[in-house]
């Protein structure tokens, strides 16, 4: 690993170099953006002949530009993206599909998936020449590559979808990447390694545990992601803030205990949910959201009056807010089904109690 890392340093030296002493032509002022149809698109319209001296990746090969100084991988950028390029150690969250020449489908793909998980740079990624174009990209970028088989599956190809010493065609969208590094680093210290850390690196790690946390919230992954959330938890609850540095650190909890908060709704455990709803108060006693949560971890556990107070003093910070003003319509529809079991209850218990009538006797 070590030496495919060397080389990948390597390979964005040479990428840099050559982008700086080959600019592309400037287009009124903006960045160019080649524009391409699809590939299946392009081999049913006929652009790529299917005659041997005119291979299709030849051509495509021939408009691309060489990011390993070898040829073996070749880039086009489709669409522009933003922001910085893709950290060395960052998990990456990618649509991509494979193609062969002369075959008008992916042999993978991961575009019809529900959710794309998170690929860790050097452990998840298979394909070396994937990891070397994906340190070129930047968030939000869509661009097309040619793998040669040295940097794709090699000279034994992958029997029997991927033949023997095949160039393969890879369209990638890079959708997010997390940096990991700092975070990945802060943790293999000690307790008292950690403490010595600057706030702002403190902070930066414990806002990557919250992302990875976002992140497997919106999978569904709910204990995964109450995980990360109580890392980054951790990490801010034991440093003791200094006057300066209160606010941030406060600000940085806050949104950890909103997010623990709604996580531990999902996993049904509304007393947990009810406690980092109030540690968020107890930083922001007027946060709607908190008061919301609060409002309805105490419904969950049947609590109706602490949930009707939670929940008014929200709807005083944000009158118009469609959730908190449907969560106040359940409340009181879940109070009125709740007294109308009591009262049935109380009629069952004293049924046996009730007089019998008297009827008059008739002389």
């Known amino acids: 690993m070590n030496t495919i890392i060397s080389h990948m340093s390597l390979c964005l030296e040479n990428f840099s170099t050559r982008t700086k002493s080959s600019k592309p032509k400037a287009n009124h002022g903006q960045a160019e953006v080649i524009s391409l149809f699809?590939?299946?698109?392009?081999?049913?319209s006929g652009c790529f002949p299917c005659h041997p001296s005119s291979s299709r990746f030849q051509q495509l090969g021939q408009r691309m530009q060489d990011i390993t100084g070898d040829g073996g991988v070749l880039k086009e950028v489709v669409h522009v993206g933003s922001g910085e390029l893709v950290a060395r150690d960052a998990s990456v969250l990618v649509k991509y599909s494979g193609y062969l020449e002369y075959m008008d489908k992916p042999f993978e793909t991961n575009c019809y998936r529900r959710s794309s998980r998170l690929m860790k740079l050097g452990k998840g990624i298979t394909l070396w020449g994937m990891e070397i174009g994906l340190l070129t990209m930047k968030k939000g970028e869509l661009a097309r590559f040619l793998f040669m088989p040295h940097y794709a599956y090699g000279a034994l190809g992958c029997l029997p979808l991927i033949p023997p010493n095949a160039t393969v065609l890879f369209e990638i969208e890079l959708l997010d990447f997390l940096d990991s590094a700092e975070s990945d680093t802060f943790f293999a210290l000690t307790a008292?390694?950690?403490?010595?850390?600057?706030?702002?690196?403190?902070?930066?790690?414990?806002?990557?545990?919250?992302?990875?946390?976002?992140?497997?919230?919106?999978?569904?992954?709910?204990?995964?992601?109450?995980?990360?959330?109580?890392?980054?938890?951790?990490?801010?609850?034991?440093?003791?803030?200094?006057?300066?540095?209160?606010?941030?650190?406060?600000?940085?909890?806050?949104?950890?205990?909103?997010?623990?908060?709604?996580?531990?709704?999902?996993?049904?455990?509304?007393?947990?949910?009810?406690?980092?709803?109030?540690?968020?108060?107890?930083?922001d006693e007027r946060n709607a959201k908190a008061l919301f949560r609060c409002g309805q971890a105490c419904l969950s556990m049947s609590a109706y009056e602490k949930a009707r107070?939670?929940?008014?003093?929200?709807?005083?910070?944000?009158?118009?807010?469609?959730?908190?003003?449907?969560?106040?319509?359940?409340l009181a529809s879940s109070y009125r089904e709740y007294m109308d079991k009591e009262k049935e209850m109380c009629c069952r218990m004293f049924a046996h109690l009730r007089l019998p009538s008297v009827e008059p006797k008739v002389k």
């Open 309 to 330: 107070d939670f929940l008014i003093k929200a709807q005083k910070e944000q009158p118009f807010n469609h959730d908190i003003n449907c969560e106040l319509k359940k």
């Open 38 to 44: 699809p590939i299946e698109e392009k081999a049913r």
């Open 192 to 283: 008292g390694q950690q403490d010595t850390i600057p706030l702002q690196k403190v902070l930066k790690v414990a806002d990557t545990e919250r992302q990875f946390g976002n992140y497997l919230f919106r999978q569904k992954h709910f204990m995964d992601a109450k995980d990360r959330y109580k890392r980054a938890s951790l990490i801010l609850c034991r440093r003791p803030p200094s006057k300066g540095e209160r606010s941030q650190i406060d600000a940085a909890k806050l949104l950890v205990f909103l997010n623990l908060s709604f996580t531990y709704l999902k996993l049904e455990h509304p007393a947990r949910a009810l406690m980092y709803g109030e540690k968020a108060l107890e930083i």
